[in-house]
């Protein structure tokens, strides 16, 4: 009797935890699909009281464009993602590998080049004037392939495999690659997927090596593109200061920006359900365990 | 073990140190030494004579422009829909004109801040910049990013220019007394001016607005009986002024302010230019105590202060009744209105009547060459073009006739849907006489402005651009204690006005305020000498 009263009250107070939980989205969409003028007038709305779909028309008025920028976001994150993961857990297994014998001053190296950076200006001359990677895809997926944050991760991880198998494998013959590739990988899962998620929601959310590298339409990517978007309505109304333009159409900003979020966020939402399981396994991992 | 919890302990401290560095990791963009360094341009750039064969074309001037160049401007704004069919019509005619083709590179609003001072310091492939006093051009012209044009240059290159633009303009431009633009050739009100309802004017019979005794009745009897109508909404940004300070202050009392940037100022009409700091004026004062009478009557919202409503939007779906902007703004937006049947009736005020009128500094829009651009001579007959070839003016202010536009008579024009399509990046920088009024544009908004240029009062110090290098860190400290003292203050949130002021002018002190009033006070003296 006792459990049963205990369920049905956990049951509860966790159903209304995760409603609550969904009340943010249900005001980002709802708000999207409401009137420009409802929103300015009364704030967002939990339901669309006066529904318009402008917001997204707009947003939508170069299909081609947008469907290009889903393209090019889907492939830096995968390629980008993959890659980085590639990278940062071979780094980390062989910062990870107590028989090697200068890890603690490539830990070092690493970790010093995470203090200081050049500033703006040197990285920008680096990428375009010395490597020649503007408008490439190569300057978006580059800077963010390699974190360091993310190799300590990895490495606090691996360290916590047993010796034992590498020693084991290389009795048995193996090469160092194998082992990496065919022992520790598939041990290191939870980490990987943990990292992998956050690679992933850089490349998708980075805007910023866009801004900064791309000035080619077809290499623009989700983010920076409604970020563009955004940016240039609320400037252009700003910069027409004292030129006399008369702007000849309201601009339904409020609602724009809802629209752009439920546009922006929605697919890489379904990556959080895949990783979900190693995610919290992943981050607690390294804690001392019993 | 000992050697695993070592390792967690340096773990957590690299991610704190990671966490910590991450954020010193963006948004600082600047004080970085420049790169490109300003080549003297030599007025021995002719190309090359190897145009035996090809038809020696020369244009009116005798400058040789046999070889076809191609030129590369940045504009800021972002690209217009139709580029490529105006752009290959303006192509085409300046081929005929002067054997060029341009083509544009566009920095979008959402990130020009950022790239603009990139391109230059980077000294990438471009030949013309739009350049303007908002977008950094002083700090630009010092680092070396710019050409600087001599009068041999200009005289020649771009003769009609050099004729039609008044002294005023050149001598604005200059920076340490060296000219680095072409600005725009139209004296540009920048004066604020009061948008408000005149519905509701009528609606509660309030007299007349002309003066700030009236427009004060008129916000608090709003404040009385709309309810749900904020009488009064700033414009958003940072201002280090009250947002009617351009109106109440600086027109009323006809000063000049220094762009509203730094705690100081000067009377149009003092000849000596003495300076002196607002704070400690009895004007600014009185303006104080008018402030607080309206903040008690609830004239602006509470969390004024940290509203980030767009007051242009607020005051077009009725939610606020009076904004302040230039005549421009808020022309568009009562022509928008209008165009909208708004149930308003909306009307522009000027409170301060008969007080001197100021033109904007020709900085506001202008052209810039490229330190390294190989092309100066072309560079500079396209600017010409552009600002005074009817044909190239227009259809790079409006685009195509017929498709983007209708001419109205000689003066104005009608836009057509298919306007947007090529607006709202910076073609202001061509500017001049040639322009064209919107039809839509309110009659009201632009006979205002006639009458305030008919009143534009020309002082010596027109022309005085303080050099702020000195004193940067000293102006910055200022800037914060006037966002943090002086903002409160003037919204009327610091009950005690004599001890909120005495407060402010104590904290100005210590943040450097007789170093940089010493610094200007030297600078204008050193001018006006230089004038005499």
Not at chain 1, 218 to 229: A, D, F, G, S, V
Not at chain 2, 244 to 261: G, Y
Request: aromatic share 12%; net charge negative.
């Amino acid at each position: 009797m006792d459990r049963m009263l205990f369920s049905v009250i956990g049951y509860f107070a966790l159903t209304v935890m995760a409603l609550l939980c969904l009340l943010p989205f249900l005001l980002v969409v709802s708000s999207s699909m409401t009137n420009e003028e409802k929103i300015i007038l009364d704030g967002y709305q939990f339901l669309p009281f006066d529904f318009s779909i402008e917001a997204y028309k707009i947003l939508f008025k170069y299909p081609d464009q947008i469907v290009n920028a889903y393209l090019v976001t889907l492939g830096v994150t995968a390629v980008g993602t993959l890659l980085g993961l590639f990278l940062t857990s071979m780094t980390a297994y062989a910062l990870s590998r107590k028989d090697f014998k200068w890890r603690n001053k490539f830990s070092f190296f690493f970790f010093f080049t995470t203090l200081f950076n050049g500033g703006l200006v040197p990285w920008y001359l680096l990428i375009v004037n010395y490597l020649h990677m503007k408008d490439t895809p190569l300057a978006l997926v580059l800077p963010m392939l390699l974190n360091v944050f993310y190799i300590i991760v990895m490495k606090s991880f691996l360290s916590s495999i047993p010796e034992a198998i590498v020693e084991s494998a290389k009795i048995d013959g193996a090469g160092d690659f194998r082992i990496y590739a065919q022992l520790i990988l598939p041990l290191s899962k939870p980490a990987l997927a943990t990292i992998g998620l956050f690679l992933a929601l850089a490349y998708w959310n980075d805007w910023y090596n866009a801004l900064l590298f791309v000035s080619d339409e077809k290499l623009m990517p989700l983010q920076y593109y409604l970020y563009k978007m955004l940016g240039n309505m609320d400037g252009m109304r700003k910069a027409m200061m004292g030129a006399g333009a008369v702007v000849t159409t309201a601009l339904p900003t409020e609602g724009l920006k809802m629209a752009m979020t439920v546009v922006a966020t929605g697919p890489i939402l379904l990556a959080y359900p895949l990783v979900q399981r190693y995610f919290v396994r992943g981050l607690t991992i390294g804690a001392v365990k019993g | 073990m000992l050697k695993k919890s070592r390792m967690g302990m340096l773990a957590l401290a690299l991610t704190s140190a990671m966490i910590v560095g991450a954020c010193g990791n963006n948004g600082n963009n600047g004080n970085t030494g420049n790169t490109g360094n300003a080549a003297e341009p030599s007025a021995a750039n002719e190309p090359a004579a190897n145009s035996a064969a090809t038809s020696e074309t020369t244009t009116a001037g005798g400058i040789d422009i046999s070889k076809e160049v191609h030129l590369k401007m940045v504009f800021v704004g972002p690209k217009p829909v139709d580029y490529d069919s105006v752009f290959g019509e303006i192509n085409k005619k300046l081929k005929e004109k002067i054997n060029a083709t341009v083509e544009g590179e566009f920095l979008d609003w959402s990130d020009w801040a950022q790239k603009y001072p990139l391109k230059l310091a980077a000294s990438e492939d471009f030949d013309l910049i739009y350049s303007a006093n908002w977008a950094g051009y002083n700090d630009q012209a010092l680092k070396g990013g710019f050409l600087e044009l001599t009068e041999d240059l200009l005289s020649k290159y771009a003769p009609e220019t050099w004729a039609k633009m008044p002294e005023v303009s050149w001598g604005q431009a200059k920076v340490n007394g060296k000219l680095y633009m072409v600005p725009q050739n139209r004296g540009e009100s920048v004066e604020k001016l009061i948008l408000y309802r005149e519905d509701l004017r009528k609606k509660y019979n309030l007299p007349e607005i002309n003066s700030p005794e009236t427009y004060a009745t008129y916000l608090k009897a709003i404040a009385e009986n709309e309810k749900g109508v904020v009488p009064f909404t700033p414009e958003t940004g940072d201002w280090k002024y009250h947002n009617l300070d351009r109106v109440l202050l600086k027109q009323q009392q006809e000063w000049n302010m220094f762009d509203l940037d730094m705690p100081f100022a000067y009377k149009l009409t003092d000849t000596a230019g003495k300076v002196f700091n607002v704070y400690e004026t009895p004007e600014f004062k009185d303006l104080l105590v008018y402030y607080k009478d309206l903040a008690d009557h609830n004239v602006w919202s509470k969390n004024v202060l940290n509203s980030k409503n767009d007051h242009q939007a607020d005051f077009k779906t009725g939610k606020t009744a009076s904004i302040t902007h230039n005549n421009g703004t808020l022309g568009s937006l009562m022509a928008l209105m209008r165009q909208e049947n708004s149930p308003f009736e909306v009307k522009l005020a000027d409170i301060n009547q008969g007080k001197k009128k100021s033109v904007a500094i020709s900085t506001q829009n202008g052209t810039s060459i490229h330190a390294t651009s190989k092309n100066i001579e072309r560079s500079l007959m396209f600017i010409d073009l552009m600002q005074n070839d009817k044909e190239m003016h227009d259809l790079m202010m409006y685009g195509i006739n017929g498709v983007h536009y209708t001419p109205v008579g000689d003066t104005k024009y009608k836009a057509t849907d298919k306007n947007p399509n090529f607006t709202g990046f910076s073609n202001w920088n061509f500017n001049s006489p040639l322009n064209l009024d919107n039809e839509a544009f309110p009659q009201e908004a632009s006979d205002l402005v006639k009458g305030w240029e008919a009143n534009v009062y020309h002082y010596p110090l027109e022309t005085f651009v303080f050099d702020n290098s000195k004193v940067k860190s000293e102006i910055a400290n200022l800037g914060n204690v006037m966002l943090r003292y002086a903002i409160p203050l003037e919204y009327g949130l610091v009950k005690d006005i004599d001890k909120g002021l005495a407060e402010l002018n104590e904290q100005l002190k210590a943040a450097g305020l007789e170093n940089v009033q010493a610094e200007l006070q030297a600078q204008i003296d050193a001018f006006l000498a230089s004038q005499k």
